[in-house]
């Protein structure tokens, strides 16, 4: 059984996995995987631990004659992955989910403050040598203990987030679904306009699909008010980025933070030059524990199909 993992993973996923595989091979790139790495992954090895990047799309899968059985996804999000196309191939997908929901929801609250805080413009201010030195007018921000948060999707992520906004900020909660999920001390609202009319912040933690592909727009941007702030930890091409730079260029909305991008790692010129953006290098799931612990629930899957069982986590 020969095990390829795309990119280099903690010291201790490797390890679990070659405790349960024969051949463990470990990729050094830390770059996405090229169309021809794609291909050679599925006829030379009989799994693969790929992640966010390596696109495992219709094509990759086009000729039938994938040696692969399983892609042992490191991440929640895989819609990197045609999952249709691999299991019409025989090749079965699994995930990572719960490992990354509250790292995840730290990074939003990390957007959020620094973004309403104008925390990023004080850092860059006091790093070029420029701060004159404290005043009661300088660089005022958006309070926002006792605010509205909006949050779209309501799965593991959403919530971490909706807690720690209501019970962490004393916020209000009002957020858009797409099937009815009554939570505790929030208000669910019937349409994303509606959210995003009502809220202070406005927090997208949906999974990316194809029917969440620009689902903020600029229709959104419109109903959500020059005093609003929008902060996206989901999928960068959740947002339609052009829309977002001419709504923070006009001043429909007061401001942005971002760990994720619609054409990832490139970042538009006209949102680094924003004082009033927040950007991230995707840090969602950046700490060493939490990585580690969703390599080694990949390594789980793995285990569990070579072996025969079902899968912890199929997709």
């Not at 996206?232 to 942005?256: K, P």
Request: with cysteine; net charge negative.
């Amino acid at each position: 059984m020969r095990l390829w993992i795309t990119r280099p993973l903690p010291d201790a996923v490797v390890d679990a996995a070659r405790a349960h595989f024969e051949e463990v091979e470990v990729r050094e790139s830390t770059l996405p995987l090229s169309p021809s790495e794609v291909k050679a992954s599925l006829s030379l090895h009989d799994a693969v631990l790929p992640t966010l990047g390596d696109k495992y799309d219709a094509a990759a899968f086009a000729d039938g004659s994938s040696r692969c059985r399983m892609l042992a996804n490191f991440g929640v999000g895989y819609n990197h992955i045609d999952v249709a196309a691999a299991k019409r191939a025989d090749v079965i997908v699994s995930n990572t989910p719960g490992a990354v929901t509250d790292a995840t929801a730290d990074i939003a609250m990390t957007l959020m403050l620094m973004t309403c805080r104008r925390a990023g413009e004080g850092e860059r201010l006091v790093r070029a040598g420029a701060w004159e030195g404290w005043h009661p007018t300088q660089l005022l921000g958006f309070h926002v203990t006792g605010k509205t948060v909006g949050i779209v999707g309501m799965g593991r992520i959403g919530q971490a987030i909706a807690k720690r906004c209501r019970l962490g900020f004393g916020m209000k909660v009002v957020y858009q679904n797409r099937s009815n999920k009554p939570i505790e001390g929030c208000t669910q609202l019937q349409t994303l306009k509606e959210v995003a009319q009502a809220a202070d912040v406005l927090v997208v933690a949906v999974p990316g699909a194809a029917d969440t592909h620009h689902l903020i727009n600029a229709d959104v941007f419109a109903a959500m008010g020059p005093d609003a702030f929008l902060v996206n930890i989901s999928r960068g091409d959740v947002i339609d980025e052009a829309a977002l730079v001419a709504a923070l260029q006009n001043g429909q909305i007061a401001g942005a933070g971002l760990d994720v991008y619609e054409f990832e790692p490139k970042v538009p010129d006209a949102l680094r030059a924003m004082e009033n953006v927040t950007l991230l290098p995707h840090l969602g799931t950046s700490a060493l524990e939490v990585r580690t612990d969703m390599g080694l629930m990949a390594v789980e899957n793995l285990a569990a199909w070579s072996k025969g069982e079902p899968l912890p986590n199929p997709v």
